[in-house]
């Protein structure tokens, strides 16, 4: 049995059950190291199953994590939290050692409804978490039990926005973290008119901000450009609006977290988007519950209630995040959702011409990991690409 160590700063842990293929017949399991991430067809879907997974014979038993915890960080006399897919064990104040429950690549597929996964997972970690009586443990280690779900999760090619950055379809919250760039575009409108004709449009500003991460740990928003079209309206547009300042507005927070406001609230609404800035996740979780509600939330009410930084985007202005990736050495910046069969398609390759040397690298706690795959089948085009990620190819002559 592995054991781990939660430290107040950092963890230690050990993973006793997990899974590597089994009974495969006549195709040949991916060879990989230990170090990589591996993409595996199981029963009929494609898993990635990260780097922390150690490999043993099958794919039904649950991951399971010893965690040590010190005493210290404990906060109730014996804890538990559950729900059909995850679970957390802690057996008394005295204990040191508690068990992480994470459900099997089984468990994982024969659920239909994929949704109903990243709901019970979304509700797990916001426990995890949680303050007051029910709490585990303090927020500290809450933060490092998150991340290390995260981090041992199987997941669907198609799911690596939520590993990432706590993202789903259709639930607009996403945290913002490095690799990641914010566009900021607004409609300048004559003052007469509101946008229902192109004939009432004077023109567009864009801002772009580059995610980033301070030696501390705190989210900075840098502005690395903004831009009018045309460009004479630059003498007439406010630049003390909030597109242009959030590298201020937002400056200093652990956590930063965008909420598209059309996701959770599905109507014609004047405010578009929130983003909130706090020290402490709970916060951001806070809020994202009072969303959940279809609680049309403004920074007002955002700020008379918890402690955080607040900005709010209205009318005629879009906010889209951006993905850095590494193609063949050179930074470039994609759409949000963008796969590598959008990637190639994009560079006008084919798989099948790139494939023996088309390799994926994807970072892992400080360091990049391959994505090991069966490269005579194509469930590599499906996964979905995130910050960061290193992408190359042989160039077609």
Request: net charge positive; glycine share 6%; charged share 25%.
């Amino acid at each position: 049995m592995h054991q781990m160590k939660l430290a107040p700063i950092g963890l230690l842990f050990c993973i006793f059950s997990a899974f590597l293929p089994a009974g495969c017949g006549r195709r040949r399991p991916v060879i990989v190291h230990l170090s990589q991430y591996r993409l595996e067809k199981i029963q009929d879907e494609y898993l990635v199953l990260p780097p922390s997974l150690p490999a043993i014979d099958n794919y039904t038993r649950p991951i399971e994590i010893s965690v040590q915890i010190p005493r210290s960080a404990n906060r109730v006399d014996g804890c538990s939290i559950a729900n059909e897919l995850f679970s957390f064990n802690l057996n008394s104040s005295q204990a040191t050692a508690a068990i992480l429950r994470l459900p099997s690549a089984n468990e994982l597929e024969n659920i239909a409804e994929k949704r109903r996964i990243e709901k019970m997972l979304t509700q797990f970690l916001r426990q995890l978490t949680s303050r007051g009586e029910k709490s585990c443990v303090i927020p500290k280690t809450g933060v490092a039990l998150r991340t290390l779900v995260m981090d041992s999760l199987p997941f669907l090619p198609s799911q690596g926005l939520l590993v990432a950055y706590n993202y789903f379809p259709g639930r607009g919250s996403i945290d913002l973290k490095p690799g990641l760039r914010l566009r900021v575009q607004r409609a300048l409108l004559y003052e007469c008119c509101e946008l229902r004709s192109p004939a009432n449009l004077r023109g567009t500003s864009t801002a772009l901000y580059d995610v980033r991460q301070s030696a501390g740990g705190r989210i900075r928003l840098d502005l690395v450009s903004k831009s009018f079209e045309p460009n004479a309206i630059k003498c007439c547009t406010d630049l003390s609006q909030p597109d242009f300042r959030l590298h201020e507005l937002l400056a200093g927070a652990l956590y930063v977290r965008l909420f598209l406001l059309t996701d959770f609230v599905p109507s014609k609404i004047r405010r578009v988007a929130i983003i909130v800035g706090a020290d402490e996740v709970t916060s951001l979780d806070a809020i994202e519950t009072e969303l959940d509600r279809a609680s049309l939330l403004s920074c007002s009410q955002v700020l008379s209630r918890w402690q955080v930084r607040c900005v709010e985007f209205k009318q005629a202005v879009s906010i889209s995040p951006e993905i850095r990736l590494f193609i063949n050495g050179k930074a470039q910046y994609v759409a949000w959702g963008t796969t590598v069969d959008d990637l190639l398609k994009e560079e006008h390759v084919t798989y099948e011409s790139v494939r023996r040397g088309l390799e994926v690298q994807r970072r892992f706690r400080g360091r990049y990991a391959g994505v090991a795959f069966h490269r005579h089948e194509n469930g590599i085009l499906g996964l979905v690409l995130v910050g960061d990620d290193r992408i190359t190819f042989p160039l077609m002559h």
